[in-house]
């Protein structure tokens, strides 16, 4: 398995990224695909997961979509309206199973990708 995230940068406040993870070794119909984030000095926090019993759950409050593309092997991370305190690595990862877990405990990680929110 392996996940490679691309998309993250610098933006300003208010602004939008999409974040993609290219995705291999998984299919989409028998993983959870997780997006999450750490700043630092914080703890890593889980930002939205999408499988094929669980459908799609954000706890951004709406500004951020995940999404997947089978044919592109690819799950998306859509943020709109981007806050300083978004500001962190993120990273994707996936889990053997057809429900979006309750613990962080994910099987396979990539090496994340920076997004800064500037002021």
């Known amino acids: 398995v392996q996940l490679v995230e691309s998309g993250g940068g610098l933006v300003q406040a208010g602004g939008s990224l999409r974040l993609s993870c290219a995705a291999s070794g998984v299919t989409f119909d028998d993983y959870a695909m997780g997006w999450f984030r750490q700043a630092p000095g914080k703890e890593r926090e889980g930002v939205s997961c999408?499988?094929?019993?669980?459908g799609s759950i954000d706890s951004m409050k709406g500004r951020f979509t995940i999404s997947s593309d089978v044919r592109k092997h690819t799950v998306y991370l859509q943020m709109n309206s981007l806050k300083p305190e978004d500001t962190a690595v993120y990273y994707c990862a996936a889990r053997l199973g057809k429900y979006c877990p309750s613990d962080p405990q994910y099987d396979h990680w990539g090496q994340g990708t920076q997004v800064t929110v500037s002021s």
């Open positions: 999408i499988s094929s019993r669980s």
